[in-house]
C-alpha cells in the first residue's frame, strides 16, 4: 500500500511539472508573438485640428528591406561623412507630433493646416559609410546640462529651433524666459538641467535696415552695412557654448550696399539710384569674410558651427510668382540639381569658411546640409503654410512655401548628426 501511494505521488507530481513545462513554452510562444507583432506596428500621427483630435492619419504601406538600415561589410567606417547619404524608410515615424509639440508656428504646422498626405513623415537620414544614432532628447539634455546653445540667423534658424525644441520637450517642457518686442529672439531654460536655447534674428548677420511684411514682401528696399556685424548677435556670443550660425537666402533680395558708412552699390538698384550694381555675390562675400575673422579672432571658448544655406523647391516659379512644390516623397540626387542662385551662395560659404580655417586655424565646424535637405523636395509646406487653404474653395489661389520645413519632417534628422558630430566628433 505504501509502494503504491509513493507511485501514485510521484506520477502527479511528474504530471504536474509537465503542465507547468507545457505552460512556460505557451506563454513564452505567446509573449513572443505579442513581443514582435507589437514591435513591428507603425504609430499612426494624431492630428490636432480646431481645438479637437480628429481622425489619425496612418503612414503609407512602406516596404523596408532587411539590410536598409546596415553598413556594407566591404565599407572602412573609421570615418564617416554624416552629410553624404540617402533617405531610408522610417515605419516609426517622428518622436513628436504636431500635437504634441506646441513650438510649431502655424505656416510650419502642415498636418494640422490640413495636408492630406503622411508619407514625408516616415523617413530618415542615412549615411552612406556609417550608421547614425537616432536622436536621444535625455541624453542630449545630460550632456547639455548648465549649457548654452544658440541659433542665429533668419527664419530658417527658427525652423531649426522649433525642431529641436519638440524634440527636447519629449523630456522636459522648456520654459520661455525672454523675446523681444517683435517676438523674432527668443530664449528657452530647461529648469531640471539649467540649459538654454536662444533663437537669435539676424537674417544678415550684418547690421541692416529691413522693411517688409509678414509674408516677405518689402515696402522698401534693404540697406546692409557690410562691414558692419549686427550686435545682436555678437554682443552675445562670447558667453554662449554652442553656436549655429547660418544665412544666405536674405542676400538674393534688393538692397543698397554701404562701407565705411557710405553707399558703394547695390543689388536690384532703386530706379535713378546711380548706383553700381554689384550683385548680392559681393555683398554676401564681403558680409561673410567679416562673420568669420570675427569668429575666429573672438575670445569664445564654446563650440561653433556654421551651416550651409538651405535649398529652396519651388517649380514653376518662385516664391512671390506662382512657384509650387507638389513632390510627396524624397528624390535621388541624380533626379534633382541645385539652382544656380543656390549653388553662387554655397560656393561663397565654402570658400570663405575654407579662407577662414586655413588662416587661422580655427576649430569651427562646417554643417553641410544642403544636399541632405536637396532630395527632400517633399517636406515643405506648400500651400499648408496656412490653415486649410482650401476648405472652402479647391480653386483658391495660395502662397506656397518650399522653402522652410514642415513639422514634424526633414530638418528634424539636422538635429541626429548635430549630436553625433558632439557625442563622437
Not at 20 to 28: E, Y
Request: negative net charge; hydrophobic residues 35%.
Amino acid at each position: 500500500m505504501t509502494n503504491l501511494t509513493w507511485f501514485s505521488s510521484s506520477t502527479n507530481q511528474r504530471h504536474l511539472l509537465l503542465v507547468k513545462l507545457v505552460s512556460v513554452i505557451l506563454i513564452a510562444g505567446l509573449s513572443f508573438r505579442f513581443f514582435f507583432f507589437r514591435s513591428a506596428e507603425i504609430s499612426p500621427i494624431e492630428v490636432w485640428l480646431a481645438g479637437k483630435f480628429s481622425a489619425q492619419i496612418s503612414p503609407p504601406t512602406i516596404v523596408v528591406p532587411d539590410n536598409e538600415d546596415l553598413i556594407p561589410q566591404d565599407v572602412v567606417t573609421e570615418k564617416c561623412d554624416l552629410f553624404t547619404g540617402k533617405w531610408v524608410p522610417n515605419p516609426s515615424g517622428p518622436i513628436y507630433t504636431n500635437s504634441t509639440c506646441h513650438f510649431i508656428v502655424q505656416h510650419q504646422n502642415c498636418i494640422t493646416n490640413g495636408r492630406p498626405d503622411s508619407g514625408f513623415l516616415y523617413w530618415k537620414w542615412k549615411p552612406h559609410d556609417c550608421s547614425l544614432p537616432a536622436f536621444d532628447a535625455q541624453r542630449f539634455l545630460q550632456l547639455m546640462r548648465n549649457k548654452s546653445w544658440a541659433l542665429i540667423g533668419d527664419s530658417i534658424s527658427r525652423n531649426h529651433v522649433e525642431s529641436l525644441l519638440c524634440m527636447l520637450s519629449t523630456v522636459e517642457e522648456p520654459v520661455e524666459v525672454y523675446h523681444d518686442k517683435d517676438y523674432r529672439s527668443k530664449r528657452w531654460h530647461f529648469p531640471s538641467h539649467n540649459f538654454t536655447i536662444s533663437n537669435i534674428w539676424s537674417p544678415f548677420l550684418i547690421e541692416a535696415v529691413i522693411s517688409e511684411d509678414s509674408n516677405g514682401v518689402s515696402m522698401a528696399i534693404a540697406q546692409l552695412q557690410l562691414d558692419k556685424l549686427d550686435k545682436t548677435w555678437t554682443d552675445l556670443y562670447p558667453s554662449l557654448d554652442y553656436t549655429i550660425i547660418s544665412t544666405g537666402k536674405w542676400f538674393l533680395k534688393a538692397g543698397v550696399y554701404h562701407e565705411n558708412g557710405n553707399p558703394v552699390g547695390c543689388h536690384f538698384c532703386p530706379e535713378n539710384s546711380n548706383l553700381t550694381e554689384l550683385g548680392f555675390a559681393y555683398a554676401y562675400k564681403n558680409s561673410l569674410r567679416n562673420v568669420m575673422d570675427f569668429l575666429v579672432n573672438s575670445n569664445s571658448k564654446g563650440m561653433t558651427f556654421f551651416r550651409t544655406s538651405t535649398p529652396d523647391h519651388f517649380q514653376g516659379g518662385e516664391w512671390h510668382n506662382g512657384g509650387t512644390c507638389p513632390k510627396t516623397e524624397p528624390v535621388g540626387e541624380e533626379d534633382i540639381k541645385n539652382k544656380d542662385l543656390n549653388k553662387i551662395l554655397r560656393d561663397v560659404e565654402f570658400s570663405e569658411f575654407e579662407r577662414a580655417v586655413r588662416q587661422n586655424g580655427t576649430a569651427m565646424r562646417l554643417l553641410d546640409f544642403t544636399g541632405m535637405l536637396l532630395t527632400r523636395p517633399d517636406g515643405h509646406p506648400g500651400p499648408y503654410r496656412e490653415y486649410r487653404p482650401f476648405e472652402r474653395d479647391q480653386k483658391t489661389k495660395v502662397q506656397n512655401d518650399c522653402l522652410h520645413w514642415c513639422l514634424p519632417g526633414p530638418i528634424d534628422y539636422l538635429n541626429d548628426v548635430i549630436m553625433e558630430i558632439i557625442v563622437n566628433g
